[in-house]
C-alpha cells in the first residue's frame, strides 16, 4: 500500500462545520509526514460556508507552513443538471486548487441521464482538477461516462474516506465507489484519495477507502497521493 505524500480535500473552521483552523491542519500535516495539503472549503451556496470575499482574500495566506506545500482553494457545489458552479473566472483564476462536488443541501437533480450530464459538465470545466465523493450516492449516476470524461478532461476523480465512514450512512458508496474503481482501473484513470477531513486529525485518513483498493486490486501507479510532482503535472497546477 501506498505512503500518503499529499492530501488536497479538506476543511477549516471557515466552512462552518469544521473545527481545526488552517495553521492547525498544517501543522498537522508536517507531523504525520505530508508534503503537500489543499485546504478546500465550501463555496457559497452551502450553508454555513464562507463568502465571495473569504475567497478574494486567500492570496494573504502563505503557501508554506511548518514545511508543507498548502493549495488554497474551494469545493465548489455542483448546484444542477446544467453542471452550475458557485463561482466563474473572477474568483477561481487567483486559487491554486478547484474541486467541485454534488451536496444534498444545494443540488437540484433530475433524471439519471440528467444528472450525470451536470457532472460532466462540471468536469469539463477548464477550473475544475478534482470532483469529489462521485460516488456517495447523492446523485443516480452513470459511472462509464464520468470516468471516459475524466479522463479526457485530465480532472481526478476522487476515492472519498469519509463518504465511506458508516456513521454517514451513504448506503451505496461502497458499492459506487467500487464499480468507479474498477472503470479507473480499465480505462487506466488515475485517481485521487481525499480525506474530507473536517478537524486536523483527519488529515490523510484513508481507513475506509483503503480496502476498497485492494477489494478492486487498484494499481497503486494509478493513484496520486504517494506522486505529488506527477499530481500537480496531470491537474496543471504551477
Known amino acids: 500500500m501506498m505512503s500518503p505524500l499529499l492530501d488536497v480535500h479538506t476543511h477549516t473552521v471557515a466552512s462552518g462545520?469544521?473545527?481545526?483552523?488552517?495553521?492547525?491542519?498544517?501543522?498537522?500535516?508536517?507531523?504525520?509526514?505530508?508534503?503537500?495539503?489543499?485546504?478546500t472549503e465550501h463555496a457559497t451556496n452551502l450553508p454555513g460556508a464562507p463568502q465571495y470575499i473569504y475567497f478574494k482574500n486567500l492570496h494573504v495566506v502563505p503557501r508554506q507552513m511548518y514545511g508543507?506545500?498548502?493549495?488554497?482553494?474551494?469545493?465548489?457545489?455542483?448546484l444542477d443538471t446544467r453542471g452550475t458552479l458557485d463561482y466563474g473566472e473572477d474568483v477561481l483564476k487567483d486559487l491554486d486548487?478547484?474541486?467541485?462536488?454534488?451536496?444534498?443541501?444545494?443540488?437540484?437533480?433530475g433524471t439519471k441521464d440528467e444528472n450525470t450530464q451536470g457532472m460532466i459538465a462540471a468536469i469539463r470545466s477548464p477550473w475544475t482538477h478534482i470532483i469529489?465523493?462521485?460516488?456517495?450516492?447523492?446523485?443516480?449516476?452513470?459511472?462509464?461516462?464520468?470516468?471516459?470524461?475524466?479522463?479526457?478532461?485530465?480532472?481526478?476523480?476522487?476515492?472519498?474516506?469519509?463518504?465511506l465512514n458508516p456513521v454517514r450512512h451513504k448506503l451505496t458508496a461502497h458499492d459506487n465507489f467500487c464499480?468507479?474503481?474498477?472503470?479507473?482501473?480499465?480505462?487506466?484513470?488515475?485517481?485521487?484519495?481525499?480525506?474530507?477531513?473536517?478537524?486536523?486529525?483527519?488529515?490523510?485518513?484513508?481507513?475506509?477507502?483503503?480496502?476498497?483498493l485492494d477489494e478492486t486490486e487498484f494499481p497503486d501507479e494509478l493513484i496520486m497521493n504517494?506522486?505529488?510532482a506527477d499530481f500537480l503535472r496531470y491537474c496543471n497546477i504551477p
Open 97 to 109: 486548487l478547484v474541486i467541485a462536488g454534488i451536496h444534498s443541501l444545494c443540488w437540484t437533480g
Open 179 to 212: 464499480e468507479i474503481l474498477r472503470l479507473c482501473k480499465q480505462y487506466e484513470v488515475p485517481i485521487i484519495l481525499g480525506s474530507d477531513a473536517h478537524i486536523s486529525f483527519s488529515i490523510a485518513d484513508y481507513t475506509f477507502a483503503y480496502p476498497l
Open 132 to 163: 469529489s465523493h462521485p460516488g456517495d450516492g447523492t446523485a443516480d449516476l452513470h459511472f462509464e461516462p464520468i470516468v471516459l470524461a475524466a479522463k479526457e478532461n485530465h480532472t481526478l476523480l476522487e476515492l472519498n474516506n469519509s463518504s
Open 17 to 39: 462545520h469544521a473545527y481545526s483552523t488552517i495553521q492547525e491542519m498544517a501543522q498537522r500535516a508536517s507531523e504525520i509526514g505530508l508534503q503537500m495539503l489543499g485546504i
Open 68 to 78: 508543507v506545500r498548502l493549495l488554497m482553494g474551494v469545493e465548489l457545489n455542483i
Open 226 to 228: 504517494d506522486k505529488p
